[in-house]
């Protein structure tokens, strides 16, 4: 089974907002570095924004100040709310957990966002 689940994507117009959620099961989510990718058509994936267990985030320079990465772990659960929407954030949002020691990593099958102009 898929560890990893995304929802929220959908198509919205330039300006709009979506709440992306990625529901994690099979693992201790605590502990894992949480993020989100994106892969736009024909371009390579891309960091978007990640938050550790400790709740410090980082974004892409792209993002900044757009978006916010956000978790709930007694939930299980990463956000990525996604504010002022731009028809080149259209791509397919992956999650994504990662942890160090012991070294492991999941991702989910995606979730399409489409903005359009």
């Known amino acids: 089974q898929v560890p990893l689940v995304e929802s929220g994507g959908g198509l919205v117009q330039a300006g709009g907002s979506l709440r992306l959620s990625c529901a994690a099961s099979?693992?201790?989510?605590?502990?894992?570095?949480m993020g989100w990718y994106r892969q736009a058509p024909g371009k390579q994936r891309e960091l978007v924004a990640t938050?550790?267990?400790?709740?410090?985030?980082n974004y892409a320079d792209s993002v900044k100040g757009r978006f916010t990465i956000s978790r709930d772990n007694a939930r299980n659960t990463v956000y990525l709310q996604m504010d002022t929407l731009k028809p080149d954030d259209t791509a397919v949002y992956y999650c994504?957990?990662?942890?160090?020691?012991?070294?492991?990593?999941?991702w989910g099958k995606g979730t399409l966002v489409t903005v359009s102009s």
């Open positions: 099979g693992m201790v989510f605590s502990i894992y570095t």
């Open positions: 938050i550790t267990s400790n709740d410090n985030t």
């Open positions: 994504n957990a990662e942890r160090v020691v012991p070294r492991a990593i999941h």
